[in-house]
């Protein structure tokens, strides 16, 4: 069965906002490290946000800085990617992961146990 599916994702232009969302089914993520990745083609998988529900910390890459915004609904059990201001360059397929545990500590793709299959987002100039 699927734990985590996404979805949200579609084709913008430059400068538009996107909200992705990831239910996660199977398990309560009330104290998991949830994140987003990217991979873009002919690109390395990486990390974009990390966030321990637990302690509310958050994580964010460098390039995510200032228009990326993670959030979580524990009730709903989803995570959500506010992205705000898109870029050509924030074109990729997006992937939500979530840990086993409550922390987040360190931002490497294999320390993430289970995966969605991701949602394409597309951003024309």
């Known amino acids: 069965a699927q734990v985590l599916l996404e979805s949200g994702g579609g084709s913008v232009q430059a400068g538009g906002s996107l909200t992705l969302s990831c239910i996660v089914s199977?398990?309560?993520?009330?104290?998991?490290?949830v994140g987003w990745f990217r991979q873009a083609p002919g690109k390395e998988r990486e990390g974009v946000v990390q966030?321990?529900?637990?302690?509310?910390?958050?994580n964010y890459a460098d390039s995510a800085l200032g228009r990326f915004t993670i959030s979580h609904d524990a009730a709903k059990n989803i995570v959500y990617l506010r992205i705000n201001s898109l870029k050509p360059e924030d074109s990729a397929m997006y992937f939500c992961?979530?840990?086993?545990?409550?922390?987040?500590?360190?931002?490497?793709?294999?320390?993430?146990?289970?995966w969605g299959q991701g949602t394409q987002v597309s951003v024309s100039s």
């Open positions: 992961a979530a840990r086993t545990g409550s922390f987040c500590v360190g931002f490497e793709a294999g320390s993430f146990a289970y």
């Open positions: 966030k321990s529900t637990a302690s509310g910390a958050t």
């Open positions: 199977a398990y309560d993520i009330s104290r998991k490290c």
